[in-house]
């Protein structure tokens, strides 16, 4: 059976007895927490109420969405989106369906994967002011607002591929098709696109960073947003990494979460 929790910014949904509802007065305001962070950051007021479902694992969730695979956390960013319409259940029964609908959240909730935090949340609210082509851009975005990867933060992991040479070249990243980019290792292009996008908002301002991101992260827009081209802000990020601190404990720490 399917319980919902109201908030000011959300609906969440989840399963009788399950770990959410357990959880769920924490989780709320939690979500509630980041909405607002997100909105701040990029200069956003948005009023409607944003639906959060909870699967209780990977298989139920790859199940609704990808045919099986197994999937933590997946977000519907626009009236347009192909799942949008789509019958879905939350238990794998019938009697736990219901209808997916536009600018919404389906994530993994259980003892093991907690698919909570801003990562999502800020690919709904940023589609509302624009969506670029880019899943480079796109999921930077979402990887600077959570911070870090397994815990370690995103310019670490950058700066540990530079020196392992797994770095991938930023202008490859951005050019990337959709299929192309979700098609390399997430464990190297997620915290990277974390790691570029907080350079490039602290180097040069959120308000000129987003008019960069609505205008698609195109070359001609770097050049009139940064006064610099791609490639030369592509090498003064490269060289940031290799000037931040970076000791041998923390190295052992990335190594230790990739099994190594």
Same mark, same amino acid.
């Given at each position: 059976?399917?319980?919902?929790?109201?908030?000011?910014?959300?609906?969440?949904?989840?399963?009788?007895?399950? %770990?959410?509802?357990?959880?769920?007065?924490?989780?709320?305001?939690?979500?509630?927490?980041?909405?607002?962070?997100?909105?701040?950051?990029?200069?956003?007021?948005?009023?409607?109420?944003?639906?959060?479902?909870?699967?209780?694992?990977?298989?139920?969730?790859?199940?609704? +969405? +990808?045919?099986?695979?197994?999937?933590?956390?997946?977000?519907?960013?626009?009236?347009?989106?192909?799942?949008?319409?789509?019958?879905?259940?939350?238990?794998?029964?019938?009697?736990? =369906?219901?209808?997916?609908?536009?600018?919404?959240?389906?994530?993994?909730?259980? /003892?093991?994967?907690?698919? @909570?935090?801003?990562?999502?949340?800020?690919?709904? %609210?940023?589609?509302?002011?624009?969506?670029?082509?880019?899943?480079?851009?796109? /999921?930077?975005?979402?990887?600077?607002?959570?911070?870090?990867?397994?815990?370690?933060?995103?310019?670490?992991?950058?700066?540990?591929?530079?020196?392992?040479?797994? +770095?991938?070249?930023?202008?490859?990243?951005?050019?990337?098709?959709?299929?192309?980019?979700?098609? %390399?290792?997430?464990?190297?292009?997620?915290?990277?696109?974390?790691?570029?996008?907080?350079? *490039?908002?602290?180097?040069?301002?959120?308000?000129?960073? *987003?008019?960069?991101?609505?205008?698609?992260?195109?070359?001609? *827009?770097? @050049?009139?947003? +940064?006064?610099? =081209? *791609?490639?030369?802000?592509?090498?003064?990020?490269?060289?940031?990494?290799?000037?931040?601190?970076? =000791?041998?404990?923390?190295?052992?720490?990335?190594?230790?979460?990739?099994?190594?």
């Amino acid at each position: 059976m399917i319980r919902t929790y109201e908030t000011d910014h959300y609906v969440f949904h989840y399963l009788k007895d399950s %770990l959410a509802e357990r959880d769920i007065p924490q989780i709320a305001e939690g979500q509630e927490r980041c909405f607002d962070r997100i909105c701040e950051l990029i200069n956003i007021a948005y009023s409607k109420k944003i639906g959060y479902w909870f699967y209780n694992s990977p298989q139920l969730l790859g199940n609704a +969405f +990808f045919d099986g695979a197994l999937c933590n956390g997946v977000s519907i960013t626009n009236a347009q989106d192909d799942d949008i319409g789509k019958v879905v259940s939350l238990s794998g029964e019938k009697e736990d =369906s219901f209808v997916v609908e536009p600018y919404s959240i389906h994530a993994v909730y259980e /003892e093991r994967i907690k698919c @909570i935090g801003p990562h999502e949340d800020t690919h709904v %609210l940023a589609a509302q002011l624009f969506e670029p082509s880019s899943a480079f851009l796109c /999921e930077g975005l979402a990887m600077m607002m959570d911070g870090s990867w397994w815990g370690i933060k995103n310019k670490l992991w950058a700066r540990y591929y530079k020196e392992t040479g797994e +770095f991938v070249q930023i202008p490859k990243l951005i050019n990337s098709s959709e299929e192309e980019f979700y098609g %390399l290792e997430d464990r190297i292009t997620y915290p990277v696109a974390g790691a570029w996008t907080e350079y *490039m908002f602290q180097t040069f301002g959120k308000v000129n960073y *987003m008019r960069f991101y609505c205008g698609n992260g195109t070359s001609q *827009m770097a @050049i009139a947003v +940064f006064g610099k =081209s *791609m490639p030369q802000i592509c090498r003064e990020f490269e060289e940031w990494l290799s000037e931040l601190p970076f =000791s041998e404990e923390q190295r052992r720490k990335i190594e230790k979460r990739m099994g190594k």
